[in-house]
Nanobody
């Protein structure tokens, strides 16, 4: 059973930084996509940043230049460094991954930005 375990998040001031980490555990052969998504109440879940197969990265236009996704020491870990946070970044952030052909989601972590 594959699990995505998230850590990080919390409260930051506008202009501040937060760091999110996600580790995939279990029996894993290949990871096609792994990254971070966010979902506001009543809205669809949207991409924030993710690695795709081949090591490419995709970012939402709204976070380019402010957020950086990277690999952790463990190849099955991704880290999202969020800088220059804005009020509109406040959301529930989910780690998501397409692993061995199956999509998995973490439980979500709250990011709150105070002005």
């Amino acid at each position: 059973q594959v699990q995505l375990v998230e850590s990080g998040g919390g409260l930051a001031q506008a202009g501040g930084s937060l760091r999110l980490s996600c580790a995939a555990s279990g029996r894993i052969f290949s990871i096609d996509v792994m990254g971070w998504y966010r979902q506001a109440p009543g809205k669809q879940r949207e991409l924030v940043a993710a690695f795709t197969s081949g090591g490419r990265t995709n970012y939402a236009d709204s976070v380019k230049g402010r957020f950086t996704i990277s690999r952790g020491n463990d190849k099955n870990t991704v880290v999202l460094q969020m800088n220059s946070l804005k009020a509109e970044d406040a959301n529930v952030y989910y780690c998501g991954g397409r692993i061995d052909g199956v999509t998995y989601w973490g439980q979500g972590t709250q990011v709150t930005v105070s002005s």
